[in-house]
């Protein structure tokens, strides 16, 4: 398929192929023409699927059709959970709207930076708004916006939004719109939360379903490699050098912990960085942009950057640190293997943290081999003490929490757990632990299949899909 058959005008057909996009993502194929019709969406769709061009190029031609209003009205209004992934998608809506004849004003707008710039940019109104919703209500506190003519909202990541605590927020953010307006989300995870979210918020929207998923991806190498805890950084250092990684995530269970490794990475001559939540918002932003831009070699990251962070041909992705749960592992790993590219995700395993593994693999139905490398064996039989949570269940601080648990008790209820299916996660274990660390050049998703829509959202909860 091809995106002229989508129904796209002819200067955001120009953006797509400027971008090399050869063909539609399945979710574009199957969102696009659905949202240019008008109606309501609900899509299962990742950061990695294509999802930003699957909404942003319908909502550009929408509203390039329609009479902009003027004062303070903003007309698209796309949520999003994170300050990374607004910028993200940002940037991405200038990309596509770059050849359309009349420019449409797109402004991106987050906490952690001052708000008085944003104020000044929302002089004006704007065509489409990109926000985190804590800042949006401040915003909206200082009367710097009206939401009485949106046209078009955007839920991405919804259960992110939920994940984040967000529920609130958004209540009061829908309450300001007008209610005849086009609603579309997208979410990774379909959890109780977002299904009450969508009854709340959509009309007989139509419902897409694209059955890709990072944790049962076949083009991500997972990999599970035993070495002690002391020996870690050792570990990763001789890694990269040996495969000639030019770019590594990796994951840490701590802010703490993300500057350690990254210093000792420093002293040992490779050029990282730190990334977590108590940076200021023009530390993370450098870091990232570092990161992307091949300046620094090793992101050294919290889960901050395990959800919605795109990174162009990133090979590898490193559990330095088990992550916390099941959830968090695909999403980590799934920074990785974008966009039909191929990726490693290497996970390692000290003896504290075995049983805690085996966990993760039961959820994702994998059975990886465990390595070892050589001039790494461990010699630890027992976790050390400090590193063992009171029950022996994993990495201290970082075992499910309760939210956790109940959370995939309810995903399993309604038949929407984590695990990917036997077969799924079958493609994706590993036949040899051989790295396969270049990915190739020209990015290719799946095809897109017809079969990936369902028409009508069904009506009771069970009778939903399963979608991860
Ligand atoms: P997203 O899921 O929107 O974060 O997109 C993930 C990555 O895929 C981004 O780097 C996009 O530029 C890229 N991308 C989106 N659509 C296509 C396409 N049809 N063909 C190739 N790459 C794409």
Known sequence: MSFSALGLSEPLLRAVSAWHYESPTPIQASAIPAILRGGDVWASAHTGSGKTAAFALPILQRLSAEQRPGGRFVRALIL????????????SIRKYARYLPSPLKTLVVYG????????????GGADILVATPGRLLDLLDHNALSLSAVSILVLDEADRLLDLGFNDELSRIIALLPPRRQSLLFSATFPPEVQSLATALLRNPVRLDVPTEPATKPEILQRAIEVDTPRRTQLLLHLIAENAWLSVLVFVATKYSTEHVAEKLRRAGIESAALHGELSQGARTQALADFKAGTVRVL???????RGIDIVRLPVVVNYDLPRSAVDYTHRIGRTGRAGETGVAISFISAGTHAHFAQIEKLHALDLPREQIEG???VETEAPVSLVAPDGGGIKGHRKSKKDKLREAAAR???????PSASAASSSTPTSSAPRTTPPAPRQFPKASSQSITDKMPSPRSAWPRLR
């Open 80 to 91: 999003v959970p994170t300050r990374e992934l607004a910028a993200q998608v940002g940037e």
């Open 112 to 123: 952690g930076v001052s708000i008085n710039p944003q104020m000044m940019a929302l002089g």
């Open 300 to 306: 050294v990251a919290t889960d901050l950057a395990a």
């Open 376 to 378: 790494f064996e461990p």
């Open 413 to 419: 209820a309604a038949g929407t757990g984590d695990a």
